[in-house]
């Protein structure tokens, strides 16, 4: 009879414990093991579509745009991620109007099926050419995303809908992603709501409110001088803002070309953690050829929380790529490539794949690339295919 009180006893004991949050404990000490989140992001530059990309994309015996070669090669390295998230700077203002480049941009709505199909779940569309196409070319840009299931953030179609902050739960840690540019290139915005302009206090109040609701702030500003490898000051100054109102990583871009990287130390009132900002991503994929237009990456960054303690920025690495626009046979053909993968590539494939002086070109990316974002010589007997930024 004891031994069936025992057992019974035993069954009412897991029985109780049924719905519970269950606890792991340490063998040694006892104590509950904290839970480890964590979230991966790959993050990339400025998406255009320019003529040479969409006249290239273009089937005269069926009148289709077909851009599904662009991110083969890449879309490897977003494979696994969590988040992939990009700058699209374009619009979708459909085939009413004729399709067109710089200064004003209007894209072959299938160039999203490339897009999807590569792995991008999640796009900034606040940049100087979101009023390319006007205020109906913005409604329909975010239609298209909606439809092709893309979350988007930085222009919107109502005030209610640029009044609530894009928050996003991710294997348990709360995002809020917010996006801002310096303006539309001298084209009226008509209703304010339509883009997120960085404006001091309307920005920074939105930081501050998405502080109090999420884990990990993200803020994406356009903003920039193009073409210059290095922030001024003054963007530096609004880096800084940004990070004083409670942003724990900034993205930015506008530059078309890379800017530095660096870890920062936030502390939001949640303990002092480590927070990341890059001052340009570069382009990701466009017509802009000369160098070091034509040089990238895609950007990884691990986030990581121990429990209750503030989520950190564990590892950043970065793959080093480069858009071919055009083969071997001289032929405009635009794929974005891994810089290591081409130049890993015997030299019969070389010549075979790409032109001599793209050979070349690879290599001067190579040290535009690691070199530079490391802040020392990588040598090519030492490329690698992803290089670790390392922590101060």
Same mark, same amino acid.
């Given at each position: 009879?004891k031994?069936?009180?025992a057992?019974?006893?035993?069954m009412?004991f897991?029985?109780s414990?049924?719905g519970?949050?269950?606890?792991?404990?340490t063998?040694?000490?006892?104590k509950p093991?904290?839970?480890v989140k964590?979230?991966?992001?790959?993050?990339?530059?400025?998406?255009?579509?320019?003529?040479?990309q969409?006249?290239?994309a273009?089937?005269?015996?069926?009148?289709?745009?077909d851009?599904?070669h662009?991110?083969?090669?890449?879309k490897?390295y977003?494979?696994?991620n969590d988040?992939?998230?990009?700058n699209?700077?374009l619009?979708?203002g459909?085939?009413?109007?004729?399709?067109?480049?710089?200064?004003?941009?209007?894209t072959?709505d299938?160039?999203?099926?490339?897009v999807?199909?590569a792995?991008f779940n999640l796009l900034t569309t606040?940049?100087n050419?979101?009023?390319d196409?006007?205020k109906a070319g913005?409604?329909?840009?975010?239609?298209?995303l909606?439809?092709?299931?893309?979350?988007?953030?930085?222009?919107?179609r109502s005030?209610?809908?640029?009044?609530?902050?894009f928050?996003?739960d991710?294997?348990?840690i709360?995002?809020?992603?917010l996006?801002y540019?310096? @303006?539309t290139?001298g084209i009226? +915005?008509?209703?304010p709501?339509? &883009?997120?302009?960085?404006?001091?206090?309307k920005?920074? =109040? /939105?930081?501050?409110e998405?502080r109090?609701?999420?884990?990990v702030v993200?803020?994406?500003p356009?903003?920039?001088?193009?073409y210059e490898?290095?922030?001024?000051?003054?963007f530096?100054?609004?880096?800084?803002?940004?990070?004083?109102?409670g942003?724990?990583?900034v993205?930015?871009?506008?530059p078309?070309?890379?800017?530095k990287?660096?870890?920062?130390?936030?502390?939001?009132?949640n303990?002092v953690?480590?927070?990341?900002?890059?001052?340009?991503?570069?382009?990701f994929?466009?017509s802009?050829?000369t160098?070091?237009r034509?040089a990238?990456i895609?950007?990884?960054?691990?986030v990581?929380?121990i @429990?209750e303690?503030?989520p950190n +920025?564990?590892?950043?690495s970065f &793959?080093?790529?480069?858009?071919?626009f055009?083969n071997a =046979? /001289?032929?405009?053909?635009?794929v974005?490539?891994?810089?290591?993968?081409?130049?890993?590539?015997?030299q019969?494939?070389?010549?075979?794949q790409i032109r001599?002086k793209?050979?070349?070109?690879?290599?001067?990316?190579?040290?535009?690339t690691a070199?530079?974002l490391?802040?020392r010589?990588?040598?090519l007997?030492?490329m690698q295919e992803?290089?670790?930024?390392?922590?101060?």
């Amino acid at each position: 009879m004891k031994r069936i009180a025992a057992l019974l006893m035993t069954m009412v004991f897991l029985l109780s414990a049924c719905g519970k949050e269950e606890q792991t404990y340490t063998a040694a000490a006892g104590k509950p093991v904290p839970v480890v989140k964590t979230v991966k992001l790959a993050v990339v530059g400025d998406i255009m579509v320019h003529d040479y990309q969409y006249n290239e994309a273009y089937d005269p015996a069926t009148g289709e745009y077909d851009f599904m070669h662009n991110f083969q090669d890449a879309k490897k390295y977003f494979a696994g991620n969590d988040l992939v998230i990009g700058n699209l700077e374009l619009t979708f203002g459909g085939p009413d109007r004729p399709y067109a480049s710089f200064p004003c941009f209007n894209t072959p709505d299938s160039f999203l099926d490339a897009v999807k199909d590569a792995g991008f779940n999640l796009l900034t569309t606040a940049n100087n050419h979101s009023m390319d196409t006007g205020k109906a070319g913005l409604i329909r840009t975010l239609d298209k995303l909606d439809a092709y299931g893309i979350e988007h953030f930085g222009t919107y179609r109502s005030q209610e809908e640029r009044d609530s902050i894009f928050y996003k739960d991710v294997n348990g840690i709360r995002f809020a992603f917010l996006s801002y540019t310096y @303006g539309t290139n001298g084209i009226p +915005v008509p209703d304010p709501y339509l &883009v997120n302009l960085i404006e001091g206090d309307k920005m920074v =109040s /939105d930081i501050r409110e998405a502080r109090k609701h999420a884990d990990v702030v993200v803020v994406m500003p356009h903003m920039g001088n193009e073409y210059e490898s290095y922030p001024r000051d003054i963007f530096v100054e609004w880096a800084d803002m940004m990070f004083e109102a409670g942003a724990d990583i900034v993205l930015a871009s506008h530059p078309h070309v890379l800017q530095k990287m660096e870890y920062r130390k936030v502390d939001h009132g949640n303990g002092v953690h480590d927070g990341f900002i890059i001052y340009s991503l570069g382009n990701f994929i466009s017509s802009q050829t000369t160098p070091p237009r034509n040089a990238s990456i895609i950007l990884h960054l691990t986030v990581e929380q121990i @429990g209750e303690e503030a989520p950190n +920025v564990t590892e950043v690495s970065f &793959v080093p790529i480069w858009t071919q626009f055009r083969n071997a =046979s /001289d032929e405009n053909e635009f794929v974005v490539r891994s810089v290591y993968e081409r130049l890993s590539l015997s030299q019969g494939e070389k010549d075979a794949q790409i032109r001599k002086k793209d050979q070349k070109r690879l290599e001067e990316i190579h040290q535009e690339t690691a070199s530079f974002l490391l802040g020392r010589d990588v040598p090519l007997s030492e490329m690698q295919e992803e290089y670790i930024f390392p922590k101060p």
